[in-house]
């Protein structure tokens, strides 16, 4: 059945994130006779006797670990399961193997980024209590080895990244796993797929354009209402930096399975800008 992939940084809320998508697809398939099953890295090394910090410290673990937990995976993709891997997931090499045992079951597949900060994440770290800390060697060596997903991973794709202060993207998940689709972002009329070999190529560099022109605002003291170039809607309002470059990221993952005309795409990032800045 279904798997959601949720990775990041230490401390970055991937617990947090989990147990929300939780709460969510029990609610929304209440109806239904899927379950809804977390399963956690973290349980799996407590299971097994380790203290965190030595169990990343030693390489022979971690290898035996994550092979335990994607046998786990691949025995419940045949069962009537909505699965969600709370974990690190730091090795693009691992999301890959995990990609390739959902294609043999035909199964769909997302990935939950959980992006923050370092500085943030260490602080929340030492807010825990004590046994459940990372050291800062060991903080600091899983923040140096961590491969961040990028879209243009097949096996990390689609790849919805949130940000703290985000609100879940709960339904865009849920479009995509059980509807096969993931949603238009605010199309006004329906525009036929484009046959373009140079469509990604344009998509970059327009929404890349409509990025540099809202910071260029932004360093003049502009922040609302602001008008880009052969966009026929303005910018309500700017955000973070950081948020916009996880805006850009979602809808190139949108628009490279619906290709849009080219002449739209300006108008059609913005109004997404616009819908997902709070």
């Known amino acids: 059945m279904p798997l959601i992939i ?7 809320g991937k617990t947090m994130r989990s147990l929300e998508l939780k709460n969510y697809f029990e609610e929304k398939l209440k109806d239904s006779t899927q379950n809804v099953e977390i399963i956690s890295e973290s349980n799996t090394i407590i299971q097994t006797g380790y ?5 990343f410290a030693d390489s022979k673990k971690e290898k035996a670990i994550r092979s ?23 090795i693009k090499g691992y ?7 959902t294609k043999l079951y035909k199964t769909p597949q997302c990935t939950l980024h959980c992006n923050l900060p370092i500085d ?16 800062r060697e060991i903080f600091d ?36 796993l059980y509807k096969g689709k993931l949603p238009k972002p605010n199309l006004s009329t329906q525009n036929p797929p484009l046959a373009s070999t140079n469509y990604l190529h344009e998509l970059d560099n327009i929404t890349k354009d409509v990025i540099n022109v809202i910071l260029s605002m932004q360093q003049l003291g502009i922040n609302n209402d602001i008008k880009i170039p052969d966009s ?11 948020k ?35």
């Open 95 to 101: 999301r890959y193997e995990i990609y390739c045992t």
């Open 120 to 135: 943030q994440a260490w602080l929340w770290n030492s807010k825990r209590v004590e046994s459940d800390r990372y050291n």
């Open 51 to 55: 203290n965190k910090n030595t169990y």
């Open 141 to 176: 060596s899983l923040v140096s080895r961590y491969e961040v997903p990028e879209t243009t991973n097949r096996w990390d794709c689609p790849l919805f990244t949130i940000m703290p202060e985000d609100t879940l993207m709960c339904d865009e998940i849920y479009c995509y």
């Open 244 to 278: 916009l470059a996880m805006l850009r990221r979602q809808f190139i993952t949108f628009s490279k399975m619906q290709q849009n005309e080219v002449n739209n795409i300006a108008t059609l990032f913005v109004q997404y800008l616009n819908n997902n800045i709070r």
């Open 232 to 242: 026929s809607v303005n910018l309500e309002r700017a955000t973070a930096p950081s």
């Open 68 to 90: 335990s937990i994607k046998s786990d995976i691949q025995r419940k993709l045949d069962s009537n399961n909505l699965l969600i891997f709370d974990g690190s997931n730091y």
């Open 6 to 12: 949720v990775t990041g940084i230490p401390c970055s």
